[in-house]
């Protein structure tokens, strides 16, 4: 269906063509005076310099032509010139009752030229705890994945796993001195390697934070671990089987946490995958110019002459030859290039890494490793703090695993539930998860991405206000009217409305196709947060004043019943594309 809003354009624009005016003038918007009119046109005011005429006699004409089209139960003049329009009740319920109608998609058109989009998000650093950084990258990622795909859009997510580092080269130090006897340090060994990992994940985590620790205290123990990621990364045999258990032990953990946050990954590349590819491309940057030595390492030169603040040289290589982060996120680049040549690509990181990818995107363009047709876009996210406005930690100042931040809110639904008191315990629990994640993606994407954020348990577990839970709220109260009406479709057309809040409720209904169209183009979850939360209220605010299932006249009641179940699908959409589900009882 059209936008609701190019459809008064529409008419609004052929009255001003009508009266000898350019169409440009007949632009309408929302109205910022709800008190007076749903939407309004500010054209005539811009018309009046143009045509030398006073804005309320172009404001007249052209009301007067529109005068009496059916679309509107108002379009007036209103000093010093605006057009202030409502929409007849029929009009607003025929557009709901279309919405209706697509029960797939309530309106919304997919896009007319999808892309292939590449989503990197979700960025887990192997063998270290999945943390509350990694939280957020992995929540917007996965909304913006789902959204796209709703429009139509071909989307391939990877979660371009950190396994290249240093990281690698301490854990395998550490192990060589608490395991000497194992094959994978014996150089002269030319067998197969056994496929069993020598630690568990459990083992691993422990081994990490020991090894990082020793690193900072002794000296030669990181040169050891230097040594190590070095011969790692050129090729030892023993090594790149030990990096294999330690991927395999630490993505299988991954997996495990993602799965319980619902958001999956279509492509489980690293930054390791794309080591084959450094050679030839940084050949290339030699031989096409770009890349030349400073100060012993090779870079590219990305300034650009409207930078207002200085944007320095992109490093490719240092100057001992070794690789760095962003070589390898433009060798990923060539892979992702070469082996699905998307039309877009996505980076959904923290903030801070904004000045890296204005440099990695320059080198990447200027290079011609990305090509002029292929986007390039960062979305950066703020911090999430704790109620200290300092970013989120244990009680004990530790980083907080992303794990006991979701059992912590769970505990604290659960403990919510139980006072309640209605629920058996093992529904009690399902519902709790359910409710949790909500809250915890609710509170997060609810915010513009690029802004901190302070989690703040105690309001993102409420109930009430503009929170996860109240939204599924919202959702469970429909689905409990409906379930006690019998009926979970019903073949009926929407009415028009019958009081101030039912045409509330289908006005804000109306402004579902708007809301998802600009979330998907600024890729703005908290667009469709905020367009749920409006829905949400109007919804809330009709249930309060009308009765539905005492109604007498059944055409009335029917109609009703229609616009809940329209209600409770197009929440129902949008928490689906916000990455969380709602339960059946609450
Ligand atoms: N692993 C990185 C980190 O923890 C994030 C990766 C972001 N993606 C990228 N292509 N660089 O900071």
Request: proline fraction near 4%.
């Given at each position: 269906?059209?936008e609701?809003?190019?459809?008064?354009?529409?008419?609004v624009?052929?009255?001003?063509?009508?009266?000898?005016?350019?169409?440009?003038?007949?632009?309408?918007s929302l109205?910022?005076?709800?008190?007076l009119?749903?939407?309004?046109?500010?054209?005539?005011?811009?018309?009046?310099?143009?045509?030398?005429?006073?804005?309320i006699?172009?404001?007249?004409?052209?009301?007067?032509?529109?005068?009496?089209n059916?679309?509107?139960?108002?379009?007036?003049?209103?000093?010093p010139?605006f057009?202030?329009?409502?929409?007849?009740?029929?009009?607003?319920?025929?557009f709901?009752?279309?919405?209706a109608d697509?029960?797939?998609?309530?309106?919304?058109?997919?896009?007319?030229?999808?892309?292939?989009?590449?989503?990197?998000?979700?960025?887990?650093?192997v063998?270290?705890p999945?943390?509350?950084?990694?939280?957020?990258?992995?929540?917007?990622?996965e909304s913006?994945?789902?959204?796209?795909?709703?429009?139509?859009?071909?989307?391939?997510?990877?979660v371009?796993?950190?396994?290249?580092?240093?990281?690698?080269?301490?854990?395998i130090?550490?192990l060589?001195l608490?395991?000497?006897?194992l094959?994978?340090?014996?150089?002269s060994?030319?067998?197969?390697?056994?496929?069993?990992?020598?630690?568990?994940?459990?083992e691993?985590?422990?081994?990490?934070?020991?090894?990082?620790?020793?690193s900072k205290?002794?000296?030669?123990?990181?040169?050891?671990?230097?040594?190590?990621?070095?011969?790692?990364q050129?090729?030892?045999?023993?090594?790149?089987a030990?990096?294999?258990h330690?991927?395999?032990?630490?993505?299988?953990?991954?997996?495990?946490?993602?799965?319980?946050?619902d958001?999956?990954?279509?492509?489980?590349?690293?930054?390791?995958?794309?080591q084959?590819?450094?050679?030839?491309?940084?050949q290339k940057?030699k031989?096409?110019?770009?890349?030349?030595?400073s100060?012993?390492a090779l870079?590219?030169?990305?300034?650009?002459?409207?930078?207002?603040?200085?944007?320095?040289p992109?490093?490719?290589?240092?100057?001992?030859?070794?690789?760095?982060?962003?070589?390898t996120?433009?060798?990923?680049?060539?892979?992702?290039?070469?082996?699905?040549n998307?039309?877009?690509l996505?980076?959904?990181?923290?903030?801070?890494?904004?000045?890296?990818?204005t440099?990695?995107?320059?080198?990447?363009?200027?290079?011609?490793?990305?090509p002029d047709?292929?986007?390039?876009?960062?979305?950066?996210?703020?911090?999430?703090?704790?109620?200290?406005?300092?970013?989120?930690?244990?009680?004990?100042?530790?980083?907080?695993?992303?794990?006991?931040?979701l059992?912590?809110v769970?505990?604290?639904m659960?403990?919510?539930i139980?006072?309640?008191?209605?629920m058996?315990?093992?529904?009690?629990?399902?519902?709790?998860?359910?409710?949790?994640?909500?809250?915890?993606?609710?509170?997060d994407?609810?915010?513009?991405?690029s802004k901190?954020?302070?989690?703040?348990?105690?309001?993102f577990?409420?109930?009430?206000?503009?929170?996860?839970?109240?939204?599924l709220?919202?959702?469970?109260?429909?689905?409990?009217?409906?379930?006690?009406?019998?009926?979970?479709?019903?073949?009926?057309?929407?009415?028009p409305?019958?009081?101030?809040?039912?045409?509330?409720?289908?006005?804000?209904?109306?402004?579902?196709m708007?809301a998802?169209?600009?979330?998907y183009?600024?890729?703005?979850?908290?667009?469709?947060?905020?367009?749920?939360?409006?829905?949400?209220n109007?919804?809330?605010?009709?249930?309060?004043?009308?009765?539905?299932?005492?109604?007498?006249?059944?055409?009335?009641k029917a109609?009703?019943?229609?616009?809940?179940?329209?209600?409770?699908?197009?929440?129902?959409?949008?928490?689906?594309?916000?990455?969380?589900?709602?339960?059946?009882?609450?």
């Amino acid at each position: 269906m059209k936008e609701i809003l190019q459809q008064i354009k529409d008419v609004v624009v052929d009255g001003f063509t009508a009266c000898g005016y350019d169409e440009k003038y007949g632009m309408v918007s929302l109205s910022n005076r709800p008190d007076l009119c749903q939407f309004q046109c500010n054209g005539a005011l811009a018309a009046a310099k143009a045509y030398k005429k006073a804005p309320i006699a172009i404001a007249g004409e052209v009301v007067e032509k529109l005068g009496d089209n059916t679309m509107f139960a108002k379009c007036e003049v209103c000093p010093p010139g605006f057009i202030n329009i409502n929409l007849s009740d029929e009009f607003i319920a025929q557009f709901v009752s279309g919405m209706a109608d697509d029960e797939e998609r309530f309106g919304v058109e997919k896009v007319a030229q999808p892309k292939k989009v590449m989503i990197d998000y979700g960025g887990p650093n192997v063998a270290k705890p999945l943390h509350v950084g990694h939280l957020r990258s992995a929540i917007i990622g996965e909304s913006i994945k789902r959204t796209a795909r709703f429009m139509g859009d071909e989307v391939i997510g990877d979660v371009h796993l950190g396994d290249w580092g240093l990281q690698m080269g301490l854990i395998i130090t550490e192990l060589k001195l608490r395991k000497p006897e194992l094959v994978y340090f014996d150089e002269s060994y030319e067998g197969e390697y056994p496929t069993e990992a020598p630690f568990t994940i459990s083992e691993l985590e422990e081994i990490y934070p020991c090894a990082s620790g020793k690193s900072k205290e002794d000296p030669s123990y990181k040169e050891a671990a230097m040594t190590a990621t070095y011969e790692l990364q050129h090729g030892r045999r023993g090594y790149q089987a030990l990096l294999s258990h330690i991927l395999n032990v630490s993505v299988n953990d991954l997996k495990r946490n993602y799965e319980k946050l619902d958001v999956t990954f279509d492509l489980w590349k690293g930054e390791s995958d794309a080591q084959p590819y450094i050679p030839d491309m940084v050949q290339k940057m030699k031989d096409d110019g770009f890349a030349y030595i400073s100060e012993g390492a090779l870079v590219v030169d990305v300034k650009e002459d409207t930078d207002t603040k200085e944007v320095p040289p992109c490093m490719i290589l240092k100057s001992d030859g070794a690789s760095l982060y962003n070589t390898t996120d433009l060798a990923t680049m060539v892979w992702r290039m070469k082996d699905y040549n998307p039309d877009k690509l996505i980076y959904v990181v923290d903030k801070r890494q904004e000045l890296y990818f204005t440099q990695v995107f320059r080198c990447a363009k200027k290079t011609g490793i990305i090509p002029d047709g292929t986007g390039l876009h960062f979305v950066g996210f703020g911090t999430m703090n704790g109620k200290d406005g300092k970013p989120f930690k244990t009680r004990q100042g530790g980083v907080m695993r992303l794990e006991y931040l979701l059992q912590e809110v769970e505990d604290k639904m659960l403990e919510k539930i139980k006072e309640n008191g209605t629920m058996n315990d093992e529904d009690a629990l399902k519902t709790a998860q359910i409710v949790g994640l909500s809250a915890v993606k609710y509170g997060d994407l609810s915010n513009q991405a690029s802004k901190d954020y302070i989690f703040d348990i105690d309001r993102f577990t409420s109930a009430e206000g503009n929170t996860g839970p109240y939204i599924l709220y919202t959702i469970v109260r429909c689905k409990s009217i409906l379930a006690k009406a019998g009926v979970d479709s019903i073949d009926t057309a929407i009415l028009p409305a019958h009081s101030d809040s039912e045409r509330g409720l289908q006005l804000e209904l109306t402004r579902f196709m708007a809301a998802l169209n600009s979330a998907y183009e600024d890729m703005a979850p908290h667009k469709i947060c905020a367009y749920i939360y409006d829905l949400a209220n109007a919804f809330n605010r009709f249930y309060h004043d009308t009765k539905i299932l005492a109604e007498e006249d059944e055409a009335k009641k029917a109609s009703y019943l229609k616009l809940l179940v329209l209600t409770k699908n197009v929440l129902e959409k949008s928490i689906e594309l916000l990455g969380f589900k709602a339960p059946e009882r609450m």
